[in-house]
């Protein structure tokens, strides 16, 4: 069965970094978009940033420039690289693997915690 596995969130200061990391299985991972969405408390989730299978990539307008998505299919792992993040940048983080067309199914990992705080 396909598995998102997502890891490195955590408690950094403002203006620190963090780098996500969403291990896949159950999947040929080479062939699927993926992005990372986020979830603020009271908020609708949001898609933060995407990487095609061909490595295109585009961010959020309130991310961009300081947030960068990448893939090691090797490792069957996306990532994302977050620096100078912001109080607001706070949430929780899904990994995503996007359906290439009707027959097949979005997946969602589990979610880490992302707070900035001094």
């Known amino acids: 069965q396909v598995q998102l596995v997502e890891s490195g969130g955590g408690l950094v200061q403002p203006g620190g970094s963090l780098r996500l990391s969403c291990a896949a299985s159950?999947?040929?991972?080479?062939?699927?978009?993926m992005g990372w969405y986020r979830q603020a408390p009271g908020k609708q989730r949001e898609l933060v940033a995407y990487?095609?299978?061909?490595?295109?990539?585009n961010y959020v307008d309130s991310v961009r420039g300081r947030f960068t998505i990448s893939r090691d299919n090797r490792k069957s792992t996306v990532y994302l690289q977050m620096n100078s993040l912001k109080p607001e940048d706070t949430a929780v983080y899904y990994c995503?693997?996007?359906?290439?067309?009707?027959?097949?199914?979005?997946?969602w990992g589990q979610g880490t915690q992302v707070t900035v705080s001094s």
């Open positions: 990487i095609t299978s061909s490595r295109m990539t």
């Open positions: 159950g999947i040929i991972f080479s062939i699927y978009a």
């Open positions: 995503k693997k996007f359906a290439r067309n009707g027959d097949e199914d979005d997946y």
